[in-house]
Nanobody
Framework: QVQLVESGGGLVQAGGSLRLSCAAS????????MGWFRQAPGKEREFLAA????????SYADSVKGRFTISRDTAKNTVYLQMNSLKPEDTAVYYC?????????????WGQGTQVTVSL
């Protein structure tokens, strides 16, 4: 069974940085894609970034391109989201997700989420 556990969320001032981690277990993930999403209160879940586990190909939403970077450590089975130049509108619950194949289409497995709050 796939398990995804996020960590690294917290409170940060605007302009600051955070790095989220997602520890994945329960599968050999070489043929999987991993993604990061977020959901703010009263808003729909939003795609942020994705990466293929094997080749490391990446995709980003326009809203975070240039500020957020997704990466993975295959030895640690961990995916990261480095977030720089954070803004109050980045405040949300951030989720890690996984799916077989490439990062197009819906994701099948989800973590429990980690809260990120950006203050002025």
């Amino acid at each position: 069974q796939v398990q995804l556990v996020e960590s690294g969320g917290g409170l940060v001032q605007a302009g600051g940085s955070l790095r989220l981690s997602c520890a994945a277990s329960g599968r050999t993930f070489s043929s999987y894609a991993m993604g990061w999403f977020r959901q703010a209160p009263g808003k729909e879940r939003e795609f942020l970034a994705a990466i293929t586990w094997g080749g490391g190909s990446t995709s980003y939403a326009d809203s975070v391109k240039g500020r957020f970077t997704i990466s993975r450590d295959t030895a640690k089975n961990t995916v990261y989201l480095q977030m720089n130049s954070l803004k109050p509108e980045d405040t949300a619950v951030y989720y890690c997700a996984a799916k077989r194949g490439d990062y197009s289409g819906p994701f099948d497995y989800w973590g429990q989420g980690t809260q990120v709050t950006v203050s002025l």
